[in-house]
């Protein structure tokens, strides 16, 4: 079975700063990585994902990822962050060659930006 | 453009009724899926379904009950057998066996009065 964490349930952050959001996971075979995100009573809409290949990901919105296979991570980046970032943002594992959507999320890490 | 629709957005319910939510697809995907969403938790599969007239329990199918008539539709119904069904519900599809990425509804707010 494999399990993600959100090593952060809030953070906060000044508009134009740098922001990361954690995530590691657990799983005993090889696992496709994604970042969602959702605004307020929204659904989740598809930031980056990682299925192999370079370990960089980048998404929309400017943000980016980086797989880290050694420390099972898949942090989430972002240089300079928007008062419209403002979000709930999940990562997700699923094991490859099954249904993308029976995937396993975190419990989410809500990013407020401030002015 | 396709997408996938839940109706209604808001609805409200007695306890000890039954209610359905709608979920309808156009993006001619084969597997959809029923998720529930409470605050600061993560997000837990209900049922899923892989083609039509077929679908599995997922973590939390308690009180829940599905049909897969169609490939364009998988209803979702809360019955009254549902301890506590206040929540946000959300519906996804994914093309296939091998698809990478699944596409959301907007989601349904269920609140029992």
């Known amino acids: 079975a494999q399990s993600v964490t959100q090593l952060d349930s809030q953070v906060p952050v000044f508009e134009e700063a740098p922001v990361e959001l954690r995530c590691n996971y657990s799983s005993s075979v090889s696992v496709y990585l994604f970042w969602y995100v959702q605004y307020p009573n929204q659904g989740l809409q598809l930031l980056l994902k990682?299925?192999?290949?370079?370990?960089l990901v980048k998404g929309i919105n400017g943000f980016e990822a980086e797989f880290n296979k050694s420390q099972t991570s898949f942090h989430l980046r972002k240089p300079s962050v928007h008062i419209s970032d403002t979000a709930e943002y999940f990562c997700?594992?699923?094991?490859?060659?099954?249904?993308?959507?029976?995937?396993?999320f975190g419990d989410g890490t809500t990013l407020t930006v401030k002015p | 453009d396709g997408g996938i629709t839940q109706s209604p957005k808001y609805l409200f319910r007695k306890e000890g009724q039954n209610v359905t939510l709608s979920c309808e697809q156009n993006l001619n995907h084969d597997a959809m899926y029923w998720y529930r969403q409470d605050p600061g938790q993560g997000l837990r599969l209900i049922y899923y379904s892989q083609i039509v007239n077929d679908f599995q329990k997922g973590d939390i199918a308690e009180g829940y009950s599905v049909s897969r008539e169609k490939k364009e539709s998988f209803p979702l119904t809360v019955t009254s057998a549902q301890k506590n069904p206040t929540a946000f519900y959300l519906c996804a599809s994914t093309q296939g066996q091998q698809d990478t990425e699944a596409f959301f509804g907007q989601g349904t707010r269920l609140t029992v009065v």
């Open positions: 997700a594992v699923s094991v490859p060659y099954t249904n993308a959507g029976k995937s396993t």
């Open positions: 990682y299925l192999s290949g370079s370990t």
